[in-house]
């Protein structure tokens, strides 16, 4: 008995076919030539690879005490007759197999019932065989894949692409100059946006956990020599009503030599983002109520790595007139020194201090509110100041310093409530995009299909795919995956199996 066995269609025919002889295919080349004009010769113009035909003969074997001949022919024939490709493999072809299909015709004789001889041909369109063996690469989009045909023919790859993040196209480029895209190379991830934030709104009904006696100011001492310190002492009344409104008050529970009383500060959030240097709004309602023998001071101060970035002083700071005074301060810089018309500015009413800053525009208002709506405060006889100073300085506290004059008459004042916005704050806006993280998207370059996590998807297809430039020739190939340019590199994996001729 041969030592030639096969298999085809998945049955094993070594105990139903006794092999005598084998032929496959050596080399099958087509080549097609165009006449050059009425001259001799003529001009290559092409040359491919044809279907082939392997031919097995030998003896149907008869099984001793079993099935007659002719039973295990019809059982034969049944296998055979597949009118689609199937793996044929030969036991002296190891490692490879061939995709076939019955071809022709065979006859055997029946006069024999011993033994039976027949020739089965198979028909091998492709004409190469292929490696029982799948070879994978892998690599990144973005980056050369380098992939190695040891075989003698091209062979046709499988694609797969598996997503790490949104992606709107998923293409492959090769050293044959072929291309395939799927999806769209012109899609966005999202756009930034720019909206307004909301970040810290107090309105002293109790005490809003700050730091007593705590911050920075212009005014640390008196007259600016550092052994006449002015006091941070006493301590803050919360749910005081004035007009309706519960208010922070101070409460001055020691003497002090100079100016003198309490003080909070209060953390102002950072944007969702975490950047506390950008565009801010600030809303600061009080009251302060003075007089010809009454001296105070209130200092609003926004500040930022413990220092002053915005600092508002309200002061009366005589005994002998009735007079307001309001400074404003930026960074070192005193910006303005105004005195209040006090026809405008006068004893009772609630005021709006807003200090803001877009860019490099930095910007005071001093404003009577006329009343409190849901939205805000309606103000009137607004009194603004306005100079390009700003250099996106961070911000990071609130701060309120109450004083009065040692032992004089003190202002009464306090302040109602604070409003604080970052402006301009960017937000990211993600599209819904063609792929997400986790999709897997398939090429498989011999049937020219698509498939989305597993579903064969014909929307994918591009006019111009260049699916034939996509069989890996032999020898070295260079395989480029490639996503979109904001996208997170996917993975990509190259599979094949090698082929000969």
Not at 148 to 156: D, H, I, L, Q, V
Not at 267 to 280: C, F, M, Y
């Amino acid at each position: 008995m041969s030592t030639v066995t096969f298999q085809f269609g998945g049955t094993d025919y070594a105990d139903l076919f006794t092999v005598s002889s084998v032929t496959v295919p050596f080399l099958y080349r087509d080549n097609t030539a165009q006449p050059i004009g009425t001259n001799d010769g003529s001009r290559q113009m092409r040359a491919r690879n044809t279907a082939g035909k392997i031919v097995i003969s030998g003896s149907i074997i008869d099984q001793q005490g079993g099935k007659e001949i002719s039973q295990i022919k019809d059982d034969m024939m049944h296998d055979l007759a597949s009118k689609q490709l199937q793996v044929l493999t030969l036991s002296n072809y190891e490692g490879r197999y061939f995709n076939a299909i019955y071809d022709g015709e065979a006859d055997y004789d029946l006069s024999n019932q011993r033994l039976s001889g027949v020739t089965i041909t198979f028909a091998v369109p492709d004409g190469v065989a292929h490696s029982n063996d799948l070879t994978t690469v892998t690599g990144q989009s973005g980056t050369d894949i380098t992939v190695s045909n040891a075989g003698t023919a091209p062979t046709a790859p499988v694609l797969t692409a598996t997503m790490a993040g949104d992606n709107g196209v998923v293409a492959w480029t090769n050293d044959q100059g072929g291309v395939l895209q799927f999806g769209d190379p012109g899609e966005i991830d999202g756009v930034t946006t720019q909206a307004p934030e909301d970040a810290l709104t107090v309105g002293f009904d109790s005490d809003p956990s700050g730091t007593a006696n705590a911050g920075v100011s212009h005014y640390p001492n008196y007259l600016n020599q550092s052994d006449k310190p002015n006091l941070r002492a006493g301590y803050m009344g919360y749910g005081t009503d004035y007009q309706g409104s519960t208010a922070m008050a101070p409460v001055y529970s020691t003497k002090g030599d100079y100016w003198f009383g309490p003080s909070v500060s209060i953390p102002v959030p950072a944007n969702k983002n975490g950047e506390n240097t950008g565009n801010i709004v600030t809303y600061t309602r009080f009251y302060f109520n003075t007089d010809i023998k009454s001296s105070g001071r209130l200092e609003v101060t926004l500040a930022g790595d413990n220092k002053v970035v915005f600092e508002s002083v309200i002061r009366d700071s005589t005994e002998v007139n009735d007079e307001i005074v309001w400074e404003c301060w930026y960074d070192d810089q005193q910006l303005s020194m105004v005195k209040l018309d006090r026809k405008k500015f006068y004893n009772g009413p609630l005021y709006e201090l807003r200090m803001w800053r877009f860019g490099s525009n930095v910007n005071f208002q001093l404003a009577r509110v006329e009343s409190v709506i849901a939205s805000g405060a309606q103000v009137v006889t607004p009194l603004r100041q306005s100079f390009d100073v700003g250099n996106g300085e961070a911000i990071d506290s609130i701060q309120f310093w109450f004083e009065r004059w040692k032992e004089a008459k003190p202002v009464t004042m306090g302040v109602t409530d604070f409003y604080a916005k970052w402006t301009n704050v960017n937000s990211w806006n993600d599209f819904a995009n063609r792929f997400s993280i986790g999709d897997v998207v398939q090429a498989d370059v011999a049937t020219k299909t698509i498939y989305v996590n597993g579903v064969q998807d014909n929307t994918l297809h591009a006019i111009g795919n260049m699916w034939d430039s996509f069989w890996i020739q032999p020898g070295r190939n260079t395989i480029m995956p490639v996503a979109s340019s904001w996208a997170t590199p996917f993975d990509a994996t190259v599979e094949y199996r090698e082929a000969w001729l």
